[in-house]
């Protein structure tokens, strides 16, 4: 994996400028939208909000922002949930999601908060289409991490062999022409896990091809490779894969050790907030979902609800999933199909890691699209 040397020119590094306009560009695209809110989003908002207003992990009289009371039962005191992106454990409410997101977002709304004069958000309201903190908070981490991921595609492309001016494009396609705009603008978890990601698989490619396996680098690989399995539960999958191109590429124990270490520091994150809010580090909130629907996917056995699904069934949800017009990839981001003559053009230059590692993340969060049945 570690074959395939850099193809550019000695010296020719990202130029700042680009490297600056180009994030510019997109984060000044992102910051023209007003994210709605939805449960997912809403969801991750109110843990950020209950950590900075109240310093609690619950979100106990938050829950209606990321959910459906139950209209039987209003008036006779605060009505429960029947619906939302909810956990519900020991009496309390909390978000289902992985804490990384609302984590990310603790800085940026206790800043808003006290630059902006913002107030808190309320509680026990009905549901908000938006909060002023919302768009803060969505656009100082999803919007900021998305423009960087577009500023790394830049600087990787121009280590396998692209020019400045194909570097910028591959961001601004990225940036602009593929959903990534979208989750730039909602307070998702999407982006901050493909920057965790990309920015790490690039720290080690740098520590494998030039020289760069010092302390601070492997460190913050390892950091970013396993913060983005507390960001998205999938995405350990991804980081997986790239831990194995940290041992194949870099091939030195000292510098993967430092990585393992970090990225098993960084994920106890979500050990740690899973003691707090369940009692156990192992226990998920999806293992205690409010809504029946998601209750009938969730399991304490299966936290997820990703399985294996038949192959008669697994065709048509394969190819809806690539290309067909409801959530098909390739016909909301035609740009994406570019990859595939990439990828022959990354075999053909010897880039067999970079080629590998694309494949096979692609194919475990392809593998995670298809075995969750609710999508």
Known sequence: MAKGKPTRAAGDRPRRDLALLLFLVLLGSYAYLWQSRDWNSASRLMLSYALVDRHRVDIDGLEQQAGQPDV??????????????????????????????????????????????????????????????????????????????????????????????????????????????????????????????????????????????????????????????????????????????????????????????????????????????????????????????FRAVHSDRNPLGVRVPAWDTMRPVLAAVLWGRYRGLAFYAPAVLLALPGLVALVARKFYGVASVIVLASGAMLLVNIGYPLW
């Open 72 to 293: 039987q039962r209003r008036g006779t005191g605060r009505p429960g949930m029947v619906a939302g992106d909810l956990a519900q454990f020991g009496g309390h409410y909390y978000t289902d999601k992985a804490p990384g997101q609302s984590l990310l977002g603790v800085p940026i709304y206790a800043i808003a908060r006290t630059i902006g004069r913002l107030p808190g958000q309320p509680i026990d309201r009905a549901a908000m289409a938006y909060w002023p903190a919302d768009y803060f908070v969505t656009l100082g981490t999803s919007g900021v991490l998305t423009a960087l991921v577009g500023v790394v595609l830049y600087a990787f492309s121009l280590r396998l062999g692209a020019s400045h001016l194909g570097g910028v494009l591959v961001g601004l396609a990225y940036g602009l022409g593929t959903p990534a705009f979208v989750y730039a603008t909602l307070f998702y978890a999407h982006q901050a896990a493909a920057f965790c990601t990309l920015a790490s698989f690039f720290l080690l490619y740098r520590a494998a091809h030039e020289g760069r396996a010092g302390l601070g680098n492997m460190l913050l690989s390892g950091l970013l490779a396993g913060y983005a399995v507390v960001l998205e539960y999938p995405v350990a999958l991804v980081s997986a894969v790239i831990a194995a191109y940290a041992v194949l590429a870099v091939r030195r124990m000292r510098p993967v050790l430092v990585f393992g270490i970090a990225a098993l520091g960084a994920a106890s994150v979500l050990a740690a907030y899973n003691y707090r809010a369940f009692g156990s580090p192992f226990e998920l909130g999806y293992a205690h979902e409010v809504f029946p629907m």
